[in-house]
């Protein structure tokens, strides 16, 4: 972002209640923490349910922000530094649209292609993957983390260059509307959707609900842009649908990572971007032979799981709109990493092997963790730490003990259900016919660290998965500590 301060008052309809030195100073960057502020950045004071960043802006101009948008008065203390640091102090209504207001502002001087991902589950996987992909070619401005919120979105916008090629924006999506809102100024080129899966149920109803809450983002890409749908998704025609793909204009391009003869889909939907020969080693990671109209490369990924193919040949799809080439396509992907908390594999103090995916759950990747899990090689016990999955609503019983029968196919030596609702993922794993002597429920976090503390050891593996509210990622730290 490159805005004067008279820009951002203008685009946000705010009052300048002091001016900078001079009005036109240009603010370059974004934060809306104190101790992230660099010098001329817009801070922006969000008033939280605990933590009220009005009370911080003194801190943030010291810091040398050149300017700050609040929606009530400052303090003496961020007034004086405010003054003493030539920052200026930009009041509106509402900061939270403020920031949107703003990001549309900047979107309209963005000159590069900007791509819009979204989906039940590998969003963020798929995210990271596009970015290592397209920044082998090109700069390349992507979602921070799993920053896809109301806030996140724009400031995705606000990060990018005027110039800058490639704008990847991961949206998250709690509601119908929600993507079509955020989309009325991210303005996308291009939109992918990873899958229709069960995630938010609670709040939509159906997969069919879901499915027109996800193609919102389809729907938003114009004539001349790209719409990207997995064909292997039981949903792929409701999302070309929905999306009214064909309506607008846009090309549809279909990708297929499960390794199927792509002439076994309608040929509406049949693939021209896909995997053939798809395997997984013994420590559980994919190569796959890459398809393509440009040609074929073999791509051997560092990341665990079959799940992975998908993920991978998505971003394949996109960077193949922009002209990349199989080899170079099949280099990046081989070199991009996991996030923090996704699949991170460990070796704990013990010799134990941890796999840390405990930063969020949902029934699709509690599947696919399971499924990789056992496609490691272990040479000792295997055990799979699995807590409660939110924000299922009616299905959330059936989907736990669904999950249950998943673990109890998934040669665990032990298997540890972490909360109430995991009490189902328990009743549907003895259901399946794992020993009752194999399970065991407990009801947090720490008790499932006391369960395991002194019972592994060096050729022994654990899964850690539940819902980002269930602070999983306790155990992962108490069975690596001193790592």
Same mark, same amino acid.
């Given at each position: 972002?490159?805005?004067?301060?008279?820009?951002?008052?203008?685009?946000?309809?705010?009052?300048?209640?002091?001016?900078?030195?001079?009005?036109?100073?240009?603010?370059?960057?974004?934060?809306?923490?104190?101790?992230?502020?660099?010098?001329?950045?817009?801070?922006?004071?969000?008033?939280?349910? !605990?933590?009220?960043?009005?009370?911080?802006?003194?801190?943030?101009?010291?810091?040398?922000?050149?300017?700050?948008?609040?929606?009530?008065?400052?303090?003496?203390?961020?007034?004086?530094?405010?003054?003493?640091?030539?920052?200026?102090?930009?009041?509106?209504?509402?900061?939270?649209?403020?920031?949107?207001?703003?990001?549309?502002?900047?979107?309209?001087?963005?000159?590069?292609?900007?791509?819009?991902?979204?989906?039940?589950?590998?969003?963020?996987?798929?995210?990271?993957?596009?970015?290592?992909?397209?920044?082998?070619?090109?700069?390349?401005?992507?979602?921070?983390?799993?920053?896809?919120?109301?806030?996140?979105?724009?400031?995705?916008?606000?990060?990018?260059?005027?110039?800058?090629?490639?704008?990847?924006?991961?949206?998250?999506?709690?509601?119908?509307?929600?993507?079509?809102?955020?989309?009325?100024? @991210?303005?996308?080129?291009?939109?992918?959707?990873?899958?229709?899966?069960?995630?938010?149920?609670?709040?939509?109803?159906?997969?069919?609900?879901?499915?027109?809450?996800?193609?919102?983002?389809?729907?938003?890409?114009?004539?001349?842009?790209?719409?990207?749908?997995?064909?292997?998704?039981?949903?792929?025609?409701?999302?070309?649908?929905?999306?009214?793909?064909?309506?607008?204009?846009?090309?549809?391009?279909?990708?297929?990572?499960?390794?199927?003869?792509?002439?076994?889909?309608?040929?509406?939907?049949?693939?021209?971007?896909?995997?053939?020969?798809?395997?997984?080693?013994?420590?559980?990671?994919?190569?796959?032979?890459?398809?393509?109209?440009?040609?074929?490369?073999? @791509?051997?990924?560092?990341?665990?799981?079959?799940?992975?193919?998908?993920?991978?040949?998505?971003?394949?799809?996109?960077?193949?709109?922009?002209?990349?080439?199989?080899?170079?396509?099949?280099?990046?992907?081989?070199?991009? !990493?996991?996030?923090?908390?996704?699949?991170?594999?460990?070796?704990?103090?013990?010799?134990?092997?941890?796999?840390?995916?405990?930063?969020?759950?949902?029934?699709?990747?509690?599947?696919?963790?399971?499924?990789?899990?056992?496609?490691?090689?272990?040479?000792?016990?295997?055990?799979?730490?699995?807590?409660?999955?939110?924000?299922?609503?009616?299905?959330?019983?059936?989907?736990? !003990?669904?999950?249950?029968?998943?673990?109890?196919?998934?040669?665990?030596?032990?298997?540890?259900?972490?909360?109430?609702?995991? !009490?189902?993922?328990?009743?549907?794993?003895?259901?399946?016919?794992?020993?009752?002597?194999?399970?065991?429920?407990?009801?947090?976090?720490?008790?499932?660290?006391?369960?395991?503390?002194?019972?592994?050891?060096?050729?022994?593996? @654990?899964?850690?998965?539940?819902?980002?509210?269930?602070?999983?990622?306790?155990? @992962?730290?108490?069975?690596?500590?001193?790592?």
């Amino acid at each position: 972002m490159q805005l004067s301060v008279h820009d951002i008052a203008e685009a946000t309809g705010g009052a300048i209640m002091m001016p900078a030195d001079p009005i036109y100073r240009t603010v370059r960057g974004i934060s809306w923490d104190s101790r992230t502020v660099e010098r001329d950045d817009l801070y922006i004071a969000l008033e939280g349910e !605990r933590v009220d960043g009005h009370a911080f802006c003194g801190h943030a101009f010291r810091a040398g922000s050149a300017c700050a948008l609040v929606q009530k008065p400052l303090g003496p203390d961020a007034i004086d530094a405010a003054r003493i640091s030539g920052a200026a102090v930009i009041r509106v209504p509402d900061v939270m649209r403020a920031v949107r207001d703003l990001a549309a502002r900047w979107r309209g001087r963005l000159d590069g292609k900007v791509i819009a991902l979204t989906g039940s589950s590998g969003k963020t996987s798929t995210k990271n993957m596009v970015r290592d992909v397209l920044s082998a070619a090109m700069e390349v401005c992507a979602t921070e983390g799993n920053q896809n919120n109301e806030l996140g979105v724009p400031a995705t916008l606000l990060r990018a260059g005027e110039h800058t090629p490639a704008v990847v924006v991961e949206m998250g999506m709690r509601g119908l509307h929600q993507l079509e809102d955020l989309c009325s100024f @991210v303005k996308p080129d291009l939109a992918l959707v990873t899958n229709v899966g069960t995630s938010h149920m609670e709040l939509l109803g159906s997969r069919d609900n879901i499915a027109r809450a996800k193609a919102e983002a389809l729907a938003a890409v114009p004539g001349t842009g790209c719409v990207f749908v997995n064909s292997s998704d039981d949903f792929a025609r409701e999302l070309v649908e929905y999306g009214r793909v064909r309506e607008h204009g846009a090309e549809l391009i279909c990708y297929d990572g499960s390794g199927a003869d792509p002439l076994d889909y309608p040929a509406d939907l049949c693939p021209t971007i896909f995997a053939a020969d798809v395997g997984l080693d013994a420590e559980g990671f994919p190569s796959f032979m890459l398809c393509t109209p440009a040609g074929k490369a073999p @791509v051997k990924l560092a990341l665990r799981g079959a799940h992975s193919v998908h993920n991978a040949v998505a971003a394949a799809a996109i960077a193949c709109t922009f002209g990349l080439q199989p080899d170079l396509i099949a280099q990046a992907l081989a070199g991009s !990493r996991a996030s923090s908390g996704r699949q991170d594999v460990i070796t704990a103090p013990s010799g134990a092997v941890v796999v840390d995916d405990a930063y969020n759950a949902n029934p699709d990747s509690m599947r696919a963790s399971l499924a990789m899990f056992s496609s490691m090689r272990l040479d000792g016990l295997r055990v799979a730490v699995l807590g409660d999955m939110g924000e299922l609503g009616a299905l959330s019983p059936a989907a736990h !003990r669904e999950v249950g029968a998943q673990a109890a196919g998934a040669s665990l030596d032990r298997l540890i259900c972490v909360g109430e609702l995991a !009490r189902g993922i328990a009743d549907g794993a003895r259901a399946a016919g794992m020993p009752a002597s194999a399970v065991l429920e407990v009801p947090d976090a720490h008790a499932a660290l006391a369960a395991l503390e002194g019972s592994l050891s060096a050729g022994d593996g @654990v899964l850690v998965k539940a819902s980002h509210s269930m602070h999983l990622e306790q155990v @992962v730290e108490g069975l690596t500590a001193s790592c």
